[in-house]
């Protein structure tokens, strides 16, 4: 059975709620994945919206194998501090946005690496609060908002939590963003109900005519 995750120390204010992803969303993962792939001689190809079966051998081309691409992330994530930095605009975009309301981070990264990642945000200025579970992330947001009578935005780059976030909270405005052009190209279309935004600038837009409303 699966520990609930603990809320008890997050403090919300009577403000609007911005709950955003991490990896591809407020850190760059893909491109700093490919560089960290390729200093072990292999690579990412984007061939299609997914990780396993994308890694392969530089030399030879061959896929890795799927349990080898699991393990290679869980190394990623242990030292992803050399590798990872802020997506283009995030910093400043989050800063204005804190203008007028709560943000918090909410990543599916293994909680086991959440100290790590602690660090590497608060280097680069994003002192926002840090979620870190592999839980689905619809019964999260539902807990996290409860009731309260205020604007609610949930920004992430995976369509099944985008979705599962709209199943558990259907107040919710979902934004769907992706730092890496190459796979946001191939992404799924999110359907109705999920807005696409290319970049923060245009995520912020999006934001600030929801809160207008």
């Known amino acids: 059975?699966?520990?609930?995750?603990?809320?008890?120390?997050?403090?919300?204010?009577?403000?609007?709620?911005?709950?955003?992803?991490?990896?591809?969303?407020?850190?760059?993962?893909?491109?700093?994945?490919?560089?960290?792939?390729?200093?072990?001689?292999?690579?990412?190809?984007?061939?299609?919206?997914?990780?396993?079966?994308n890694v392969v051998q530089r030399d030879s081309?061959?896929?890795?194998?799927?349990?080898?691409?699991?393990?290679?992330?869980?190394?990623?994530?242990?030292?992803?501090?050399?590798?990872?930095?802020?997506?283009?605009?995030?910093?400043?975009?989050?800063?204005s946005l804190?203008?007028?309301a709560d943000i918090i981070f909410l990543t599916a990264m293994p909680p086991r690496h959440t100290g790590v990642r602690r660090a590497l945000l608060d280097r680069h200025g994003l002192h926002y609060p840090l979620l870190a579970s592999e839980e689905p992330k619809g019964p999260i947001i539902k807990r996290l908002h409860d009731a309260r009578d205020v604007p609610l935005v949930f920004i992430d780059d995976i369509l099944r939590n985008l979705q599962s976030v709209r199943t558990h909270a259907p107040e919710c405005l979902?934004?769907?963003?992706?730092?890496?052009?190459d796979f946001r190209a191939m992404a799924p279309d999110p359907g109705d109900g999920i807005l696409k935004a290319d970049s923060w600038t245009d995520a912020a837009e999006i934001i600030r005519g929801h809160f207008r409303r």
Do not use: K, Y
């Not at 995750?5 to 990896?23: A, F, G, K, Q, T």
């Not at 080898?68 to 975009?93: N, S």
């Not at 934004?175 to 890496?180: F, G």
């Open 1 to 53: 059975m699966t520990d609930v995750l603990d809320l008890n120390h997050i403090h919300l204010s009577d403000r609007p709620l911005i709950v955003c992803d991490i990896d591809e969303v407020v850190l760059e993962f893909l491109t700093p994945f490919r560089d960290f792939l390729r200093a072990s001689g292999r690579d990412l190809l984007p061939r299609s919206f997914r990780l396993h079966g």
């Open 61 to 95: 081309g061959e896929p890795v194998a799927d349990q080898m691409t699991t393990d290679l992330l869980e190394e990623f994530f242990v030292q992803q501090d050399a590798w990872q930095t802020p997506a283009d605009r995030v910093v400043e975009t989050l800063a």
């Open 98 to 100: 804190s203008a007028d």
């Open 174 to 181: 979902l934004v769907n963003l992706m730092a890496n052009a």
